[in-house]
């Protein structure tokens, strides 16, 4: 028997979106991921205005609660900047021995994962797969496909995100369209 002190949500999850109350949402353009690109003659020609991606999250307890959760699920455009795929602008965690789960929903991409000696690689993200960020890892989603990809993830609520490391050091790799294939370079 069910307790009834145990009340449903009011969030839910409807095919790809996350819907009910205190979802957040945000949208990154070409505008909000300047310096983030190699080609940047490409990207000076690019409307700002064009969406590359949005961010669907649930935050059902205060930023930084301790044993606290949050999710989320993101949706990261097709498209490129010279040779680069369209990407996440990419993090580590404030508190960096904190975890983070991301699994494929539609769609097909890299989640691109440097660890601290700047050594990255490339998972590659499908419908179903599960991608497990150990802390201490700085990642990045690329879509290298042709059609919309959405991803789930699972993260400490007192994790935080560290954008600006990784704007200031990049990545150690990129993912470029070489002869129509992605490659890590």
């Not at 003659?41 to 999250?57: H, I, Q, R």
Request: glycine content about 12%; hydrophobic content about 35%.
């Amino acid at each position: 028997m069910i307790s009834s002190t145990i009340n449903p949500t009011d969030i839910s999850i409807s095919g790809i979106h996350l819907h009910g109350k205190n979802i957040n949402k945000i949208s990154r353009t070409i505008k909000d991921l300047s310096g983030l690109f190699s080609d940047e003659k490409a990207f000076a020609k690019m409307d700002n205005s064009t969406l590359v991606y949005e961010v669907e999250s649930y935050f059902p307890v205060a930023d930084g609660t301790e044993g606290g959760l949050f999710f989320g699920i993101t949706h990261l455009y097709p498209g490129k900047i010279g040779d680069e795929y369209f990407m996440t602008r990419g993090h580590l965690h404030t508190i960096t021995n904190r975890a983070e789960y991301y699994w494929g929903i539609e769609g097909e991409g890299l989640l691109l994962l440097m660890d601290e000696n700047r050594n990255t690689r490339g998972e590659l993200i499908i419908p179903g797969s599960l991608h497990y960020i150990s802390g201490g890892t700085a990642h990045r989603v690329v879509n290298t496909g042709k059609t919309l990809l959405s991803f789930g993830a699972c993260w400490p609520s007192d994790a935080g995100h560290n954008y600006e490391a990784i704007a200031k050091t990049g990545f150690s790799k990129r993912v470029l369209d070489v002869q129509g294939k992605p490659q890590l370079v």
